[in-house]
């Protein structure tokens, strides 16, 4: 049902496809069943600029309680304050000059800039969830992206799988929709294609969590870096493991339509 300047109108449909994000209407709608993974922390996202000089590559810096990450975005940072799950209140209570502060003593070359951060409406709080659906359809509607699983933003990859399950869904639907004709079946092998690497990156995003960040938010005296970021830095050989499954995933998947003769042909 769309709501128009014209009024409510229904649209009939063989399939929805619900692809409206970690808090979707359409699974709530459906009453697909949600698997919640506890997680740790917040996220506060915010924007600042990038001068010469600057470390040339996004980079992460820690201390007791805190964590931010910058990353290079062309001509700005965008940088991800990482906090206690639910302490976004009191982080607000002590103000927006101690959190330039804190921002400033993690990262000392954005203390010239941290007054870029003029209000909290330039301070966007990712309240962070890590799920997944028991089932992804139902007859008639099917979930991909984060409607089926919310991602960590560790890694940034949520993105990544979200275009991997609508290329899957494309290459395993498009058959079934030109016929006029999408049976469970159908829509229980794209979750049975996508449902494993999603698992898979969604146990590495717990574990970073569990291991790494709670106990670094959690920490009260001097703190080192974690075991995973020593190995990376001692055997720089061993970063093209994290690099792979960040830019490729599990699975890789690549559009596949027909051609006029009605073979399939590789896009990517």
């Known amino acids: 049902r769309a709501r128009t300047p014209n009024g409510d109108i229904d649209i009939a449909a063989k399939l929805v496809v619900g692809a409206d994000g970690r808090h979707s209407r359409i699974r709530t709608a459906a009453k697909l069943e949600v698997i919640d993974l506890a997680v740790p922390m917040d996220v506060l996202w915010l924007r600042l600029s990038k001068k010469p000089g600057d470390p040339p590559l996004s980079v992460g810096r820690f201390d007791a309680g805190r964590l931010l990450v910058q990353i290079d975005r062309g001509d700005y940072w965008q940088c991800a304050f990482v906090i ?11 103000g927006l000059e101690a959190l330039r502060a804190e921002i400033a003593r993690l990262a000392p070359h954005l203390a010239d800039r941290v007054g870029e951060l003029t209000t909290w409406d330039d ?58 004709r999408v049976s469970t079946d159908d829509l ?21 969590q569990n291991r790494v960040i709670a106990p670094l938010l959690a920490a ?9 970021l020593r190995l990376l830095q001692w055997f720089p050989y061993l970063r093209r493991i994290p690099a792979r499954v960040i830019g490729l995933g599990f699975r890789p998947e690549h559009v596949r339509t027909p051609d006029d003769e009605g073979t399939l042909k590789s896009l990517g």
Not at 124 to 142: C, E, H, I, N
Not at 220 to 228: D, N
């Open 84 to 94: 206690t799950k639910g302490s976004f209140d009191a982080v607000r209570e002590r």
């Open 123 to 180: 301070v966007k709080l990712l309240t962070v969830a890590v799920d997944r659906l028991k089932r992804w359809s139902k007859p008639g509607v099917l979930c991909i992206g984060d409607a089926a699983h919310a991602m960590s933003p560790i890694g940034g990859v949520g993105i990544n799988l979200a275009i991997q399950d609508a290329v899957a869904a494309a290459n395993l639907l498009y058959r079934p929709l030109k016929r006029g």
């Open 188 to 208: 229980d092998r794209v979750q049975r294609r996508r449902e494993r690497p999603t698992v898979w990156t969604q146990f590495i995003q717990v574990t970073a």
């Open 220 to 228: 009260t005296g001097t703190v080192s870096a974690p075991l995973p």
